[in-house]
């Protein structure tokens, strides 16, 4: 409300004019003038004023025969029947009435504001409403009263049991219209029921590619939390490695042809048997819902493809999940802020999975255009997939980045370098020689990143560095960047061992160009020193006299740092001979007393003087100043987005956002759906019954509708499953005879009733599987209906 | 689930705001103004495209959307899909520029209420409700000519009379009962070649995508079958939710509803064969001294099926530190935005088989000249298009329809154009 004050004063006479014209409009007779009063108010309302005034007024007029007045009545009331409970009440009749109403919109329309209504007393009201509009004929009003649901729940949670029973026949509703408003709801009213959707799993599965996009986004949520606490975990049984190989095998195949998206095919064509105890991992349920989420691959809404990438990620076998590379990689070309979030989500897939992407890596290049976010995401993606087949195209680019006049991005893409070089040893070598030619550009700031980078390198492999750094230290001369500068000094005096010639003479240059340095090459430079002392020992006069000759300058340096490492390199190396040590105490009590140096600095006295107790810290000089020091390890910046769930804003963020729940950890033991039905109260079991058998008769018209496809894969699947199937229901045989209660084969029998139904129709419908087998089938389930409860929607 | 949102214009001010929850305080903007400005105040060459689309604070998430100069912000406070929610804002101005022709302040202002009315239906309580633009024009009506005159004229007894539409059809993206006198239905094939090229002509990355327009305006519920001639060409299709996915796995044709109006049918993935392909190239030597650089670009055409080049407009940007430039061309016209410090040189149209344009001169670079300057890398953004050419080749075979009586009349346009083509020079 910006202004809003001041805007009132001046206009107060005005205001009060208008204020009356509303009225006087609200209160007219005429349809016309009405409509011009409410959209006034409306106008306001989306301005954000408070318009609030006028709600005695404007709910006079919720009766009006009018629609177009009407729906205007209804958008105000929303806004703020919260504030005006009493009034808003008055309202209420209008819609029970127009609940009945012929033309569904009206109905539609009438639940919409009822529920909207902000007002706890009318809760059981809206009860009403939604039970009535849950059997209309109308799926858009079911969507409605679907909707209304959580609304309700919000207004009066006491009411929950009774909503959840509405959720669970509803479950059951076969209109892919409403069926994903209906999962919606169950979200957010009762998300851990999960036992009303084992009869609907292979139901909603179906129903998937048909919902409309947001459904599906909502119905793709649902399956992933069901699957992680209803099937064993297929994934990592397979090596990364073996899902390289089968990828590569794969990709051959035209990208969505039908056999390869088939789980139970890829097995039964490779004959390694490895591969087939794969594929009896996979839960047969499980695979089908994969299977049926395939498609929305192919959707023009970017979040339906991420959450089937989502799908893959968390619960596809590792040589599934290459089939979601290509399209997330279509997703880069749609709006920034969409790129955005898939690249962050590609970024934690290839921290798992790099093997998805590493085709793709030209993708990844930058353009000049793209935003800043965009470009970081870029480049570390390049250097997660950088594997030996690509790395040279990667490198090439990387150096080219090096070009920009955008002085971080050249930075980062120097980094990149370097991250590329240490997770591929084998280029570490080229890597290398390029970094090093960035060592002798022309800008500053490539110099000291590129010197920075190899010096990361080299720490990561000790071993044959010498002429590496030998070249460094030519080069000392022209680097003139401090960092870069004292990045060698680090480099020289940690291998000054290897470097008997060079050495010493770095050390020589640098104490000529002390006094210019900043105050990190300072440091490093008596670091060099103090190792060179340590190495050599007395024995080199030289180098001993150049020594002191820095630490004379350092000790008068206007930093304190400085003269603090001054100091302690002195002591810890020519502590043990008396007299410098005498020298060196009456010096500090000097300095210490003039240079107001901070308290601190007798941690360092303290220190020495241990030592002439008898604590010789010198005579460990070597060990202290030339241990070996553990290579930094390279961490990416989008470290640790792999530990959330793909498609979250937590991911994206990379910090857990409010609300965000991680998915539960796969089960050990596999779940048995019936006994779950079996301790569930008296209800849901009816409900459950019910569902099945309309899931059935879905299932049948999309045989009918689909039956070109259905027939297809049904025939080769028949074949292949014949062996998975007698296992798996040998192990489903111990935990059916534990479970065998009398409740249980009440339903039984219900549901046998319905397969029965089923096998007929599969018969029908694909010749090519033999009699013989499905009878087994039918006995085989006499024995044990309930085990495949979810899985008879197909047999 | 997505609370809230406030359109806001250039200057950051809220043009309309929308609570579908709770309502959120109006502060939230001036903090998400603040940080805005904040960025762009980082560095020099940082835009407003370069705002982080999620910008975290302690309570809210602000999810924000730059389009069109407009930003469409929603605060969320709880853990939501993102890429939903951008889906999401997206809509927003594809569904107005769907009523109103364009998006714009101005337009949102003038019609407020429409405005206000579908994103009253487009949300329930959080949750997308009615996107399809076809639904929501039955729930909504889009302003016409008739209506406005109508209001204008004051004939008060017109509006009483409209009714609520019955029909909501079972297709969520078609509405039922439409007619037309004339039934045609138009596809735009449009095929955009990204890439990135380097300055010796070769392409180092280069892919093409294309995607079918199309603006059906046939009666009733026609149910039509699209085959082409060559479906092998395309790869990696997404569609429209009216297509039958099953029966393009199966037999390669498109067969669907038609929403009425626009939408795009279709888009693909286009199998270049080699970037031997590129219809045009441009050959830039740019030769950098201490105080400026010499440069001349020259544009050549190739593989264009013998079709003339249109609209072809390549623009350089420059050094930050350049302050003069010199050029002459032999075609279309240049310009030099000393502020912007671009070069953008206007050919217009490039006919085969004719002198091939040049621009060359010289730029100087200002006393404050540093050797970055010197070493900077420069990218030519490169924009074209090729009328009633496609590169991938992709034809229409015939369009069947059944359901319906009538024998719609077909049209069909390809088109190739420069999507995010680049040259590193």
């Known amino acids: 409300m910006y202004n809003m004050d001041a805007y009132l004063k001046t206009l107060t006479s005005n205001a009060v004019k208008l204020t009356k014209k509303i009225r006087k409009n609200l209160d007219s007779k005429y349809e016309k003038e009405k409509l011009d009063g409410l959209k006034r108010l409306i106008a306001m309302i989306s301005k954000g004023r408070d318009v609030s005034e006028f709600f005695p007024d404007v709910v006079k007029n919720v009766a009006s025969t009018s ?143 048909d919902m409309d996009e947001w459904g599906q986004i909502t119905a793709m949520d649902l399956l992933l939390r069901y699957s992680r606490t209803q099937f064993l975990n297929p994934i990592g049984k397979t090596s990364a490695l073996t899902a390289r190989a089968k990828k590569e095998k794969s990709v051959v195949k035209s990208f969505y042809s039908d056999d390869d998206s088939d789980v139970s095919h890829h097995s039964s064509n490779s004959s390694d048997s490895s591969s087939d105890d794969e594929n009896n991992s996979v839960d047969q349920d499980l695979a089908f819902l994969l299977k049926c989420a395939l498609p929305s691959l192919q959707s023009r809404n970017s979040q339906v493809v991420l959450s089937v990438a989502k799908l893959y990620t968390h619960l596809a076998p590792a040589e599934e999940s290459y089939k979601i590379g290509r399209p997330l990689i279509r997703l880069l070309r749609s709006h920034r802020e969409n790129q955005y979030v898939v690249l962050n989500n590609i970024v934690a897939i290839v921290s798992q999975r790099p093997y998805v992407f590493d085709q793709f890596y030209q993708y990844f290049f930058v353009r000049s255009t793209d935003p800043v976010f965009i470009r970081n995401l870029k480049l570390d993606i390049l250097t997660m997939i950088a594997t030996e087949s690509n790395i040279t195209f990667i490198l090439r680019e990387l150096q080219e980045y090096v070009k920009s006049s955008n002085k971080d991005f050249v930075t980062q893409a120097i980094e990149a370098i370097g991250r590329c070089a240490s997770n591929i040893p084998e280029m570490t070598e080229s890597c290398l020689g390029g970094l090093l ?52 000094f680090w480099l020289v005096g940690q291998h ?26 300072k440091l490093q430079i008596l670091t060099l020193g103090g190792k060179l002392v340590a190495l050599e020992g007395a024995s080199s006069k030289t180098i001993n006299l150049l020594f002191q000759y820095v630490l004379n300058m350092a000790r008068y340096d206007l930093d304190y740092n400085v003269r603090d490492r001054a100091r302690f390199l ?95 950890e ?34 049948d018209k999309f045989l009918e509708s689909s039956s070109e496809e259905d027939t297809s894969s049904s025939g080769g699947e028949t074949d292949s499953d014949g062996s998975e199937e007698s296992s798996e229901e040998g192990s489903d045989e111990g935990s059916e005879e534990n479970s065998g ?55 | ?212 327009q199309t603006n059906s305006r046939l009666s009733g519920m026609p149910d039509l079958t699209l085959s082409f001639v060559n479906p092998r060409l395309v790869d990696d299709c997404s ?70 080049l249109e609209g072809v407009v390549l623009t350089l940007p420059l050094h930050k530190s350049t302050t003069t430039l010199t050029a002459q061309c032999n075609m279309g016209q240049y310009m030099f935005d000393p502020v912007g410090k671009v070069l953008r040189w206007d050919i217009g149209k490039i006919v085969p088989r004719e002198r091939a344009p040049v621009l060359s001169g010289s730029f100087g670079f200002g006393s404050t000249s540093s050797e970055a300057a010197a070493n900077a890398g420069y990218n030519i953004g490169v924009e074209f298009l090729i009328n009633g050419h496609s590169l991938s080749g992709l034809k229409v075979d015939v369009l069947k329809l059944i359901n319906e009586s009538y024998k719609p009349y077909k049209g069909v346009r390809t088109m190739t154009k420069a999507g995010r083509y680049q040259v590193r020079a």
């Open chain 1, 570 to 664: 002195r002591a810890l190396v020519y502590g043990d001979q008396k007299q410098l040590a005498a020298g060196d105490q009456d010096a500090e009590a000097h300095e210490n007393g003039d240079a107001k140096e901070p308290s601190d600095h007798m941690e360092d006295m303290s220190g020495f003087e241990y030592s002439e107790k008898g604590l010789n810290l010198s005579d460990h000089v070597k060990a202290i100043l030339l241990s070996e020091k553990p290579a930094p390890i390279q961490e990416n910046p989008s470290h640790g987005r792999e530990h959330y769930t793909v498609g979250s804003m937590s991911l994206v963020l990379n910090r857990v956002v409010a609300g965000y729940e991680s998915l539960p």
């Open chain 1, 67 to 209: 629609l177009e007045v009407r729906k205007l009545v209804y958008i105000y009331i929303l806004r703020y029947a919260e504030q005006e409970q009493d009034l808003a009440l008055l309202s209420i009749n209008t819609f029970q009435k127009d609940l009945s109403d012929k033309n569904q919109l009206i109905r539609a329309m009438a639940l919409r504001v009822m529920s909207g209504i902000r007002v706890p007393v009318i809760s059981p009201i809206v009860m009403l409403g939604i039970k009535k509009c849950v059997t209309d004929l109308s799926p858009y009003v079911r969507k409605i009263a679907a909707h209304a649901i959580p609304k309700c729940y919000q207004l009066d949670p006491a009411q929950k049991d009774a909503l959840i029973d509405i959720i669970s026949t509803m479950l059951g509703d076969n209109s892919t219209f409403t069926i994903g408003s209906v999962l919606m709801a169950f979200n957010q009213v009762c998300p851990d029921r999960l036992d009303l959707i084992h009869p609907q799993f292979r139901k909603l599965c179906m129903m998937l590619g």
């Open chain 2, 239 to 308: 569609f429209h939710p009216s297509v039958r996915f099953n029966k393009w796995e199966s037999d390669k044709v498109l067969t669907f509803v038609p929403p009425d109006g626009h939408f795009r049918l279709m888009s693909y993935r286009v199998n270049m064969p080699s970037q031997q392909n590129l219809p045009v190239q441009v050959k830039p030597s740019i030769n950098v001294g201490a105080n400026g650089a010499k440069f001349d670009i020259t544009v050549s055409l190739r593989n264009t099926d013998n079709k003339p």
């Open chain 1, 741 to 795: 209660g009398s409740d249980d084969d009440e339903k039984e029998e219900g549901k046998k009733g319905a397969d029965n139904h089923e096998e007929e129709e599969e018969e029908e419908e694909s010749d090519g599987s033999g009699e013989g087998s499905s009878e087994e089938e039918e006995e085989e389930e006499a024995i044990l209906p309930a085990a495949s409860k979810r899985s008879n929607g197909r047999r």
């Open chain 2, 1 to 212: 689930m997505i609370e809230s949102l406030f359109v806001l214009s250039p200057t950051g001010k809220v043009i309309i705001e929308k609570h579908w929850h709770e309502l959120i305080p109006r502060r939230v903007v001036d903090y998400f103004n603040d940080q805005v400005s904040k960025a762009m105040s980082a560095g020099e060459d940082v835009t407003r495209e370069d705002v982080l689309p999620i910008i975290s604070t302690p309570k809210y998430q602000l999810i924000n959307v730059y389009r069109d100069g407009l930003t469409y912000l929603s605060p969320v406070t709880k853990e939501v899909d993102p890429m939903m929610v951008f889906e999401f804002l997206h809509r927003i101005p594809d569904i107005l520029q769907e009523y109103f022709g364009q998006v714009s302040e101005t337009v949102i202002k003038e019609n407020f209420v429409t405005v206000y009315q579908l994103l009253e239906e487009m949300i329930d309580d959080g949750f997308p409700l009615t996107t399809e633009p076809n639904a929501l024009k039955e729930i909504v009506p889009a302003p016409n000519i008739l209506n406005q005159v109508v209001a204008a004229v004051g004939a008060a007894t017109s509006v009483s009379t409209r009714k609520m539409p019955h029909g909501m059809s079972n297709l969520p993206w078609r509405k039922a009962g439409v007619k037309y006198s004339s039934n045609e239905i138009f596809f735009d094939i449009v095929e955009e070649i990204d890439a990135i090229v380097d300055s010796t002509g070769k392409a180092v990355s280069c892919e093409a995508h294309g995607n079918i």
């Open chain 1, 666 to 699: 796969w089960p050990t033991v596999q779940p048995d759906p019936s006994q779950e039905l079996a301790v569930g109260g008296g209800a849901s079991r009816y409900d459950g019954q019910a569902g099945t058998y309309r899931g059935a008769q879905t299932l």
């Open chain 1, 437 to 488: 030619k960035l060592a002798y550009s022309k800008s500053e700031s490539v110099v000291a990143e590129s010197v920075i980078a190899i010096r990361r390198l080299l720490q990561q492999r000790p071993d044959d560095s010498i002429v590496l750094i030998t070249q460094l230290a030519k080069a000392i001369d022209d680097i003139t960047e401090p960092l870069a500068r004292a990045n060698i």
């Open chain 1, 496 to 521: 000054c061992s290897q470097l008997p010639t060079v050495a010493p003479d770095v050390l020589r240059k640098a104490a000529k160009s002390f006094c210019s340095e900043n105050e990190h090459g």
